[in-house]
T-cell receptor, first 114, second 114 residues
Framework: AQKITQTQPGMFVQEKEAVTLDCTYD???????LFWYKQPSSGEMIFLIY??????QNATEGRYSLNFQKARKSANLVISASQLGDSAMYFC???????????FGAGTRLTVKP | EPEVTQTPSHQVTQMGQEVILRCVPI?????FYWYRQILGQKVEFLVS????????KSEIFDDQFSVERPDGSNFTLKIRSTKLEDSAMYFC????????????FGNGTRLTVT
């Protein structure tokens, strides 16, 4: 099974600044997908961004971008121009071609300060 | 936008009782999942389901757990004899194609075992 490591249990960022949330992964699959989810205090899981292992360009979705470094097995999430509403838990996840089980990291709690 | 719906939103049960958590995945999705999240902790994979059978299950998904797709729309998780440590939020999710499409999560069922 895949393994995801998020080494930052908590992060703080000033409103309007950019922040990078770290994620490294370990998988034996040649083909896999990487995902980031946001979980606000209300509890729902919100999909943010996807990166395929064979995608050559880094994924972007609005203020979210994924800094994908395949050789280092890292898939960091960059949030630009942070907003107060970005305060939440952020989970990195991966699913492999040969395994139908998306696995999540332990999460990073992001707090945006006004 | 279509969404995954879960019922009930909160279930309280006594230790040793059976519970069934219900989910209606998005209608054109082919892959179905159950996850659990103990309060404030990581999102743990339980089981995935494709083509009317279990495709992957984790070490958590022991003989106490079972899943069913009894008709074309519902997807259920049964816990046969609940324990105190089964208290958690249970999320159902579905995806269209597995590896390169995101999981869409329901809002969860909070299970409290007393």
């Amino acid at each position: 099974a895949q393994k995801i490591t998020q080494t930052q249990p908590g992060m703080f960022v000033q409103e309007k600044e950019a922040v990078t949330l770290d994620c490294t992964y370990d998988t034996s699959d040649q083909s896999y997908g990487l995902f980031w989810y946001k979980q606000p205090s209300s509890g729902e899981m919100i999909f943010l961004i996807y990166q395929g292992s064979y995608d050559e360009q880094n994924a972007t979705e609005g203020r979210y971008s994924l800094n994908f470094q395949k050789a280092r097995k890292s898939a960091n999430l960059v949030i630009s121009a942070s907003q107060l509403g970005d305060s939440a838990m952020y989970f990195c996840a991966t699913i492999g071609y040969n395994n139908n089980d998306m696995r999540f990291g332990a999460g990073t709690r992001l707090t945006v300060k006004p | 936008e279509p969404e995954v719906t879960q019922t009930p939103s909160h279930q309280v049960t006594q230790m040793g009782q059976e519970v069934i958590l219900r989910c209606v995945p998005i209608s054109n999705h082919l892959y179905f999942y159950w996850y659990r999240q103990i309060l404030g902790q990581k999102v743990e994979f339980l089981v995935s389901f494709y083509n009317n059978e279990i495709s992957e299950k984790s070490e958590i998904f022991d003989d106490q757990f079972s899943v069913e797709r009894p008709d074309g729309s519902n997807f259920t998780l049964k816990i046969r004899s609940t324990k105190l440590e089964d208290s958690a939020m249970y999320f159902c999710a579905s995806s269209q194609t597995g590896i390169n499409s995101p999981l869409h999560f329901g809002n969860g069922t909070r299970l409290t075992v007393t």
